[in-house]
Structure formats: C-alpha cells, structure tokens
C-alpha cells in the first residue's frame, strides 16, 4: 500500500500542540540552567499594580527580560533604576504567553564599584536639587549638652571610642540606640533610630537627647552603602535634634555627611565636636575669676586712692562743726536783741498815736450818708420827669406812624387787585378754551401733542378731538394731505411752556 504525501513528509516526527512543545521547551531551558549570574544594565523597568518588577538586562548587542517577583523585591537591597549596571542571580525560563525566555531574580547586586559611583553621584544631585543639603538647614550645635544619643553598633569599637573620649573630655550622660551599621537592614535601622530619638517628649520618662551621633567604623564603599540610602539621609535631614555625622574614615564620604548638621571625620573627633574638654573650662573659669578678683581689687585701690583725696580737700569736719556752732550763737543773741527792740519801738508808736472816739465816727459817716441820700433822691426826681416827657413825645410819634401805615397797607392791597383781574382778564383771552367756544376743536395724536395739519396724521391713527364742552376719540380713515411738511414751531408762551396756538 502506497503512503499518502502528508505521511511520506511527516516520517516519525511526532506531534505537539503549542503548550506541549511551550512546557517541554521551558523544562528543557531550566534543567540546562538551573541557576545563572548575569551581568548588565537595566532598561525600560517598570512597577504594575501586582507589586512585580519588569525590566530588561541589556548589554552591547543583546536584551535579556528580568522579573522580581512581589515579595523578593524587598530582600534585594537595591532600588531598580534605569541605568543602573547591576549582577543578577536567578534561574532561566521561558513565558509561553509571547514565546519568550526570561531571567527569575531573587538576587541583585551592583556591577563593580564603578556602577556604585554612578549611582551615588546620581543620588546626591537628586537629594541636592530638593534642597536637603542646603547651608540655611544646619542647626549650631549645643554647647555642652546633657543627653547625647548614639545611633551605632553596640557591638563595636565605635562606640567604646566614643565613650572614652567623652569621658576624657567631658563626662555626659549617653543613649546608645543599637543598630546594624551595615547589611540589608541597616538602613532602615539607622532611619527609625534617629526618627525614635527625635519622638522621644522633653520631659517623658526617657531623656530626649540635645545632640545626636550617627557613628560607624571605617570600610569599603559597599560596607558604607547603608548611609548612602535615601531613607537615611531624609532622617538625617529631617531631624530636629542637631546631629553629628561619623561614618567611616576622615576620606570615606557617605550621602548622610551631606544631610547632618556637622560632619566628623572619625567616631572620635564626633566625641571631640559634641563636648567640650573640662579642664580647659576649668582653668577658663578659674582665669576669669583670677582677672575678676584683680579686676575688684583694682577698683578698690582706685576708690580708696580717691576717697582719700577728697578727705584731704574736705578738711577737719569739727573744726568746721565748731565754726558752725559759734556763728549760730552769735545769730541767737543778735535775734533776740533784735526782737526786743521792734517791741519796744512798735509799743512807742502806739502810745504816740490818738486814737479818735468811736461816737464821733459814726455820727461823721451818718452825716455825709444822709447827704448823699439827698441828692440821690432829687437826682431821681429830675430823671422821673425827663422820661415822662420822652414817653409821650414817643407814643404820640407811634400813633402817627400806625395812621400812615394802615393807609398805605389799604392803597397797596387795593392796587394789587387791580392788577391781579387785569392779569386774569389777559389769560383769559389768550387761553385757546376761548377760542373753542366760538366753534373750533382742538385735535391731538395719541400721545396727546397737538396736530396742526392734515399731514401730521395717517390712516388708521387713533386721534383726540376737544370741544368746548368736552372731548371725544377718533380714528383717522383717510388723509388727503397733498406735499407733506414740517410742522410749525409752536409758539412759546409767557410762562415757558410749549402750547401752541389755535387763532
């Protein structure tokens, strides 16, 4: 029997369906590479809803897809940036949604110290452009402060150099907040312990500290990369407690050191900037009070030097008591002296002067009293007539000028009347009542002006007609009016208005 065409081209191959030959490929591709390391830059990342990472590893010539899944992204260490040269870890295997091979990661660290840099630099200009280590957001440091807190290690040298050194220098009381300085944890360590410090109340059961001390040992740039994560540098920076930044050595430089108030280049000289040395002030404190005293007893020197000088000046103060004490007894008896003999010459004046009887006064001030009532009393007699006279010369003037007034008031109204019927009369003939009396009417539009021609009107015009006895409507159902033309002013009357004449 002869073999069909599909037979003969088909041979033994055998046959797969597209998921079957999808999950065959992808178990083939994850035993071959069970697990892979592969170096390169990421691309095009991008965060869905689903908490995922997506990106591309991509190098001169050739793109690898790379996915992190939800809960790996946290332990990675690393916030997936574009740009960033990264070494990934993780298993190879296919998507059969798009054909497509692609990297599972459940590690990422940067490519090289290089890749460390970049990224650094990067993050600083960021920080910097948000003003987060501007010179007008450092705080002075406190003088000497009663509580210093410690964000370090418990653990390490760092701390057993800070204390030794403060203890040398000036004994303070220390909160040590202990945290891993480096590891996947650290940051977020050093972040929540100068958040915690700066939560503690000013009077809580907990000293809140006046100064903070973010301290850790010397190291390569990956030991130090804790500081350099953004979490710690937004605390740093947000701190309301002055903070003194000690990482590493005096040339390790860390993001931190640019957040921090003041930047120590060793654990040790952060003890040196937080406090003063004792001694020192004591021996300040002991020459001011040596020049303070010295001071004093120069004053005092002065003083007496002074004092001693106006003593001289002043003189002997009994001698001049003395002096004193015998003017004032002479000035006594010249007092006395001198009282005696204005008595005397006052009681000499008295006795000289005759002194006139009490009788005699009176009868002299009721004489002349008695005159003076005399020519008062004619004085008024001649005044009472005088006044008399001018009265009724003044009355008599008075009913003179009432006859003159009443005649001329009654000539005045008379011609007054006279004038007011003239008046009348007048407006009575020139009034246009008189004129419709004698047979005319007065026509007005229906706006109530006066019409003075045919022309004024149209055909179908409502018009007014008054007579002398009243006034009726009308509507105009022809008008013959042959070349029509102004109307004529009115004439303007006397009193300023605007009616117009019907003679």
Known sequence: MEATAPDVAGGNVPEFSVSELSFALKRQLEGAFPRVRVRGEISQPSFPRSGHAYFRLKDE???????VWKGTLPSLGLKIEEGMEVIATGKITTYAGSSRYQIIIDRMELAGEGALLKLLEDRRKRLAAEGLFDLDRK?????LPEVIGVVTSPSGAVIRDILHRLADRFPRRVLVWPVS???EKAAGEVAAAIAGFNRLPEMGPVPRPDLLIVARGGGSLEDLWAFNEEIVVRAAAASTIPLISAVGHETDTTLIDFASD???PTPTAAAEMAVPVRADLLAEVLDYGTRTMACLNRALRDAT????SLVRGLGDP???IAERQQRLDVSGERLALATRGLVERHAQALAAARLTSPLAVI???QQLLAGEVRALDGAMRRFKGETMQKIERTSDRLEQFGERLKRYAGDLLAHGARQVDQAAKLLESYSFHSVLNRGFALVRDQDGQPVLAA???RAGDTIGIEFADGRIGARVTESTAATPRPPASPRRREDGGNQGSLL
């Open 262 to 264: 003041r930047r120590a």
């Open 455 to 457: 022309s004024g009107t």
């Open 61 to 67: 010539s050739s793109v690898l897809d790379g996915v």
């Open 318 to 320: 009994l001698r001049l």
């Open 181 to 183: 300085v480096q590891g």
């Open 363 to 365: 009868n002299t001030k």
């Open 305 to 308: 030097l002074a004092l001693t």
């Open 139 to 143: 705080r002075p440091l406190p003088f």
